[in-house]
């Protein structure tokens, strides 16, 4: 087992790794950017060595000077979170090259999957259905003929795009003309690479994915599958374990095909499987090479530490292959900085308390500072009930006695959401609070 763990990020992911360690009596060290100094991740770890300034390009993404850390504290191994550098073949690479253990799957594979135009390509050799759509185009002429052939609406995708950036529907060749440079140019300016990839853009469609994880010799376990459709902007904001809507044949069907597309990969470590779930069909949309946000709800629901077993399996432990069973239905909410039009807010969290009935994961106390260089996510709120019903009601009480003051959230939207009928009888899907938020599409 590992002696000492680097994790490579901040806020409540740290916290969540710090947790971890506690239980299997691991050191810990953090990284901070400078502003980051008294945060509570910061506190709470062994050790601490700043690595930079404010912004997240010159802190949590600076592989150079985390890695420096790393050495200098003499850690055995780096824990990505999520985010950042977690799906970064590169520092994936660079932490092997320095002797550590990247807790993640290796480079070449991080590297395959993180190109979601070539991880559609190997799913389709696998035999498992994508949306339909093409491989990464570099020229507009060549894209102009595919979406004719798709038909309009489309969604124009950058290949290295992720949390949601980095992607657009398109519903004429009009705005493809249009879109197609400025797309092109902000996927070059966030991911590194200006590639894209168009696909037929489902008008209804759910988001359905499957925890898996997998040990150095081969053992796949299947860790039950999650609902994550109530998205804005293409961001989750409230995932849930199981997927209440699948049939017992559907969900047969959904780990089939994730076996499928494990079959093919040398893979190690924790990963989701991402499908859209449509006309009972499910297409692979791309795979996280890391631990999820929401990977909370599966741990409730199938009584496992994640983090933990992670850890435990970077660090060489063998797994038995199998389909975990879950128990009971859990609901996560994410309680994020809001302004108005779904911004990012800032400020300081004047009055912070949460009902102590629910998990609450979050890196935040009374007094601190939501700021500006990263992202919103305040608190994740979650419970675990014998039915989604109750679980709903539990959430329902546990929203009214949020209290926060100083800056604005998503609150009301999230207490609106569980009051809705239909998100009570689970008549959702992705666009579902796009239209109740009035969003242009
Ligand atoms: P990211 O890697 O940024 O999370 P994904 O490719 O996983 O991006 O897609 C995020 C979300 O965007 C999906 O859960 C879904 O709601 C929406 N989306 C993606 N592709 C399509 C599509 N072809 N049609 C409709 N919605 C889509």
Redesign the pocket.
Known sequence: MFKKILIANRGEVALRIIRACHQLNIATVAVYAQVEQTSLFVQQADEAYCIGPNTAQSSYLNREAILMAALLSGADAVHPGYGFLAEDALFAKMCAECGLTFIGPQPATIALLAD?AAAKTYAHKQGVPV?PGGSALKDEAALRQTAAYLGYPV?L?ASF???????RVLSSEHELRHQYHLIQEEARQAFLNDAVYL????TS?R?IEVQVLQDQAGHLQLLGDRE?SL?RN?QKVVEESPAAILTTVERAKLYQLARQLMSGLDYVGLGTL?F?FAEHQFYF??MNTRLQVEHAVTEMTTGMDLVVTQIEVAAGQLIKSGTKTFKGHAIEVRLNAQAEGGLLATGKLETFRLFTGARVDTGYQEGDQILPYYDALVAKILVKQPTRKKAIEKLQRCLQHVQIKGIGTNLATLTQIMALPNYQANLVD?HFLAHLAGDAQ
């Open positions: 979601k949306i969604m995708k795009g992720g949390g949601g950036k980095g992607m696909e037929k853009y489902l469609a988001h994550c998205q293409h991402e859209l949309l791309e992705i």
